[in-house]
């Protein structure tokens, strides 16, 4: 059976993240946090067999996978195409500013509509679409080994669902965590799960605040 395994990595922290910002694709950089916790995970990924890491071209994900090139000496290439869901006109706000400017549009967005997109922005059904081919053209050039996929909170939760058969508007139950460790097996078949949600890398040691 033809099988690539998947290693998919979120991004290390932002103040945005913290300050419950909408990213999309505009270009946030990681904060002193994010920065220590992409250390964190290429620590923990440097003994991996990697043939290859794919990485959103945003800089919190460029960062956190260029930290994990360097310690598994794997090549790093940019795609556009493992970028955040473009949220349009919504990006730059935080979800309490959303509820206030855009009630019937942020509903929607809570709601998980699939066919719903915020203004200028990209629907869940996109998303989707967009994730779904961009995985199975880059598994199919590495049949038989591994690759790291280094992106966002949405297009891990896609991969989830699409491991998992969870449909785009079920609430979410599991865990997107920064720089957190999730392993997934591609076949022509499709996605399946094999781990998700490791932090343990990340408890090991705690950030040094006094060098932030």
Known sequence: MQLTRIIAIRHGETAWNVDTRLQGH???????KGLWQAAQVARALADEP????????LLRAWHTARAIA?????PLVASQNL???????????TYAELESRWPEDALRWRKREPDWAPPGGESLLALRERITAT?????????GGQV?????????DVLYRLAT?????????????NAAINRLLWTTEGLTLVGWGDTRHLEEATLDE???
């Open 210 to 212: 006094g060098s932030a």
């Open 165 to 177: 058969g969870q449909e785009l508007q079920a609430p979410r139950s599991w865990h997107l965590g």
């Open 135 to 143: 995985v199975d053209a880059l598994a199919r050039q590495h049949v």
């Open 148 to 156: 790291v996929l280094v992106a966002h909170g949405g297009v891990l």
């Open 83 to 93: 970028r955040e869901r473009s949220f349009g006109s919504f990006e730059g706000s």
């Open 26 to 32: 505009l270009d946030i950089a990681l904060n002193p």
């Open 70 to 74: 360097q310690t598994t000496a794997a």
């Open 50 to 57: 990697v043939d290859a890491i794919y990485a959103s071209d």
